[in-house]
């Protein structure tokens, strides 16, 4: 019922930056919460920053300083800044949504990942 549309990714070197997007569609009354995970080979999915209603943005300590998250309501977007970028942090990137549907159940929505790579 509600869908996460991203977009940006890629292959970039050490130091330098992308924008990954990511924009929420559907039966969508509410949105609660919006942002940013990732997940690199071997490891557990991790929250890399996420954008609360209370207008609270959480970041993980290995981005603070580096990345920054834009959160739209209006057009139910939110945008994740990464600069500065290091090997490790390569992933697949998933953006995730929660909220209320028009229907008023609550729904927890998740992306189709994005690849990005930082080379050293």
């Known amino acids: 019922q509600v869908q996460l549309v991203e977009s940006g990714g890629g292959l970039v070197q050490a130091g330098g930056s992308l924008r990954l997007s990511c924009a929420a569609s559907?039966?969508?009354?509410?949105?609660?919460?919006m942002g940013w995970y990732r997940q690199a080979p071997g490891k557990q999915r991790e929250l890399v920053a996420v954008s609360t209603n209370g207008g609270a943005t959480n970041y993980a300590d290995s981005v603070k300083g580096r990345f920054t998250l834009s959160r739209d309501n209006a057009k139910n977007t939110v945008s994740l800044q990464m600069n500065s970028l290091r090997p490790d942090d390569t992933a697949v990137y998933y953006c995730?949504?929660?909220?209320?549907?028009?229907?008023?159940?609550?729904?927890?929505?998740w992306g189709q990942g994005t690849q990005v790579t930082v080379s050293s």
């Open positions: 559907g039966r969508i009354f509410s949105i609660n919460s």
């Open positions: 995730k949504c929660n909220g209320i549907s028009n229907d008023y159940f609550p729904f927890d929505s």
